[in-house]
C-alpha cells in the first residue's frame, strides 16, 4: 500500500498520485495516532536522507506509531535548482515504507517562530511524540532556530516529553560529506555514476507523456515525451534509461534524448524530453512515466539531413542495446 499524501496543493503531486493510483487524506487523520515527524527538504532522497528515514522507521515499529515526513511544496530558492519535483521526491520517499508526507506551502509558516512552528505544527497538526532531522536542520523566520534551539525549547517548555533524534552528517567513501548541493552538480555534468553513489539510486525523472511532433515515429523511431522544466538536468544529449509506465509492473529499456531538436526547426524555447522506449508499441498518452538515467551515450549534435539524424538515432541505439547486454540486463541490480 502506498503511502498517503496531505497537502493543499494537490496538482504539485498529481504525477504521483496517479503513478500510485492513490489520493490525498485529511490531516484529521493524523491525530488518531501517536506519531515521529521526520523534518527536511528531502531534495534527491540521497543516501543521507536515506539514513534518516531508516532510523526513523524502525523506532516507529518498535513503538508503534505512525512516520510523517514533513516538508515543502516549494523552497524560498528557485525551482530550477531542485534535483526532485514533489511526485518525485514522493516516489523515492514511498521506497521506504513511510505511512504519510505533509507536504506544507512555506509561505504559510515562513514567518512563525521556532516556538510557534513547534506547537502550531508539530504538536496541533502533526501529534508528535519524537522528531527526527538532521544536523543542520532550520526552522523558523529566517532560518531563526537550529536543533540546539529546538531542543532547548523541548526542554524548557514540554519537559522533554517530546524526544529529538539528531541525525549527523553521513560521509561517502572520501570522507565529504553527502550533500544535495554536490549531488546537483554531478548531475549538471553528467557524472550520474558519481551521482548515483551519492543519491543510493538513479537519477530520475517522472513526468506525463504528452503529444510531440510525431517526428520519431516518422522517422521510425516513436518516442514518449515530457515538459521538462523547473529542476536541474543533465548535460544535452543522449541516455541510456529504465522506464517504468503507470499500470505496468514491468521495467523497459529505451534511449531518452534531452535536447532541442538542432537538426530540426523548431519555434520552441523548451527542452524536448523524448524516449524510444525498447520493444514496446503500445498507446501512453496521457500516463506518467518515472525514467531512471543511467548513462550518457551521446553528445546532442546539430546534423545535416534527416537522414543522418536517422543514421545517428539508429547508432545511438544500437550502442546502448550492446551496453545492456554488457551491464544492464539485470535491471534490478543496477537501480
Not at 169 to 177: K, M
Not at 239 to 261: A, P
Not at 291 to 313: A, D, R
Not at 319 to 326: F, L, P, Q, S
Request: charge should be positive; hydrophobic fraction near 35%.
Amino acid at each position: 500500500m502506498s503511502m498517503k499524501i496531505i497537502t493543499k496543493k494537490e496538482k504539485e503531486v498529481e504525477e504521483f498520485l496517479k503513478f500510485e493510483n492513490t489520493s490525498c487524506v485529511n490531516e484529521e487523520e493524523l491525530k488518531q495516532s501517536k506519531n515521529i515527524v521526520i523534518l527536511g527538504n528531502f531534495d534527491g532522497v540521497h543516501r543521507g536522507h536515506a539514513k534518516l528515514l531508516e532510523r526513523a522507521v524502525k523506532k516507529a515499529r518498535e513503538k508503534g506509531y505512525k512516520t510523517i515526513v514533513y516538508t515543502f511544496c516549494e523552497y524560498p530558492q528557485k525551482k530550477e535548482s531542485r534535483i526532485t519535483t514533489p511526485s518525485e521526491k514522493c516516489q523515492l520517499i514511498n521506497n521506504f515504507n513511510i505511512d504519510y508526507v505533509y507536504m506544507d506551502n512555506f509561505e504559510d509558516v515562513k514567518n512563525f517562530s521556532p516556538e510557534e512552528f513547534i506547537e502550531k505544527i508539530l504538536i496541533q497538526k502533526l501529534n508528535v511524540r519524537e522528531i527526527y532531522c538532521g544536523f543542520n536542520f532550520t526552522l523558523g523566520k529566517g532560518k531563526s532556530g537550529n536543533v540546539r534551539i529546538m531542543e532547548n525549547i523541548l526542554r524548557e517548555k514540554y519537559n522533554n516529553s517530546i524526544v529529538l533524534n539528531i541525525q549527523p552528517s553521513i560521509l561517502d567513501d572520501e570522507n565529504e560529506i553527502i550533500s544535495s548541493t554536490r549531488i546537483r552538480k554531478y548531475i549538471q555534468k553528467s557524472d550520474l555514476s558519481k551521482a548515483k553513489e551519492l543519491l543510493g539510486h538513479n537519477f530520475i525523472i517522472m513526468g506525463e507523456v504528452v503529444h510531440g511532433k510525431k517526428l520519431g515515429r516518422t522517422l521510425g523511431f516513436p518516442t514518449a515525451n515530457l515538459t521538462f522544466e523547473n529542476r536541474i538536468y543533465p548535460e544535452l544529449g543522449v541516455y541510456g534509461v529504465y522506464v517504468h509506465i503507470e499500470g505496468d509492473s514491468n521495467i523497459y529499456h529505451g534511449i531518452m534524448n534531452i535536447g532541442k531538436n538542432p537538426t530540426v526547426k523548431s519555434d520552441s524555447l523548451l527542452l524536448n524530453v523524448e524516449t524510444n522506449i525498447f520493444d514496446f508499441e503500445q498507446d501512453i498518452y496521457g500516463k506518467i512515466i518515472l525514467i531512471e538515467v543511467l548513462e550518457k551515450v551521446g553528445k546532442e549534435k546539430k546534423l545535416n539531413s534527416l537522414e543522418e539524424l536517422i543514421q545517428k538515432i539508429s547508432d545511438n541505439v544500437s550502442n546502448w542495446r550492446k551496453r545492456i547486454d554488457e551491464k544492464y540486463h539485470n535491471k534490478n541490480k543496477n537501480r
